[in-house]
């Protein structure tokens, strides 16, 4: 019998904190499209360095870019978050969409997102990060319009390479 009370002692204490314990939970929105994403196979692509070498993302897809050393990439702006060039990664990538809208692009590591178009920074709407969550691991909301050439640039990254989904927000997300 007090065996059958101290397992249900520990249960009862433990049980909490192991759900705490998942990084991935507590996004404030719903993010089980993009969860469901990450899960995926990812694309592999190598970033651009330059806007001429930037490849075309595709949304609703996983990609794993290659970066390359930060002091490698020409900015068609400067990044909205300095960071430090030494040792850190960064990388440039198209995007073309058919349709405007909301849209999230999340990514599997912490690194600054900036969206340009014809040149100006599109300023983010919202913004989301979960430490120890790696699928994704920060979400970065922006207001994109359609049938415009958009640049991705990424910097700041401590990883070379770089897993990012580009997802469409629905009303209901």
């Not at 978050?81 to 999230?104: N, T």
């Not at 990060?129 to 359609?146: D, E, N, S, Y």
Request: charged fraction near 15%.
């Amino acid at each position: 019998m007090l065996r059958a009370v101290l397992i249900l002692a520990v249960t009862a204490v433990a049980g909490p904190g192991l759900a705490q314990e998942n990084p991935c939970e507590g996004f404030s929105s719903n993010v089980s499209h993009e969860r469901a994403l990450f899960a995926a196979t990812a694309t592999p692509l190598t970033a651009g360095t330059t806007l001429q070498t930037a490849p075309l993302l595709s949304s609703d897809r996983l990609h794993d870019l290659q970066l390359s050393l930060q002091a490698q990439v020409s900015f068609a702006a400067p990044p909205g978050k300095s960071r430090p060039g030494d040792g850190a990664y960064a990388g440039l990538a198209r995007l073309h969409l058919a349709q405007s809208g909301s849209y999230r692009i999340s990514l599997d590591q912490s690194a600054w997102i900036d969206v340009i178009d014809a040149g100006q920074p599109i300023a983010s709407g919202d913004f989301q990060g979960r430490p120890g969550c790696h699928a994704p691991h920060k979400i970065v909301q922006f207001a994109l319009p359609a049938a415009h050439e958009l640049l991705i640039q990424l910097s700041g990254a401590q990883d070379m390479h770089l897993k990012l989904t580009v997802t469409h927000v629905d009303a209901s997300s």
